[in-house]
Nanobody, 126 residues
Framework: QAQLVESGGGSVLSGGSLRLSCAAS????????VGWFRRAPGRAREGVAS???????TYADSVKGRFTISRDNAEKTLFLQMNSLKPEDTAMYYC????????????????????WGQGTQVTVSS
């Protein structure tokens, strides 16, 4: 069972960058489909980016070209590089994982994921 801990959140000005990390314990990430999600105040949790076991990626339209998801299976870490941040990116960010036999599965639906971290806050001010 994967246990996930996020880090790297903080407060930045619009146009700035942050790099989020998600450390996994209890299991390597190599057998998991993993992703990043966020929840802004008053809004539902939404998918930001996910990466399949084989390295395929998918992004929400709102972050394409600005965010990059990557994984280091050996180090059991998931990353989200966030550039050109906007105030509307302000949210609590969560990493999530699900065991997967597929190397291509790549979902942005929260219901598809079983394991969740506690979240890290990202605040972008104008």
């Amino acid at each position: 069972q994967a246990q996930l801990v996020e880090s790297g959140g903080g407060s930045v000005l619009s146009g700035g960058s942050l790099r989020l990390s998600c450390a996994a314990s209890g299991s390597t990430l190599s057998n998991y489909h993993v992703g990043w999600f966020r929840r802004a105040p008053g809004r539902a949790r939404e998918g930001v980016a996910s990466i399949g076991r084989g390295g395929s990626t998918t992004y929400a339209d709102s972050v394409k070209g600005r965010f990059t998801i990557s994984r280091d299976n050996a180090e059991k870490t998931l990353f989200l590089q966030m550039n050109s941040l906007k105030p509307e990116d302000t949210a609590m960010y969560y990493c999530a994982a699900v065991l997967s036999t597929s190397t291509t599965a790549c979902s942005l639906f929260p219901a598809d994921f079983h394991y969740w971290g506690q979240g890290t806050q990202v605040t972008v001010s104008s």
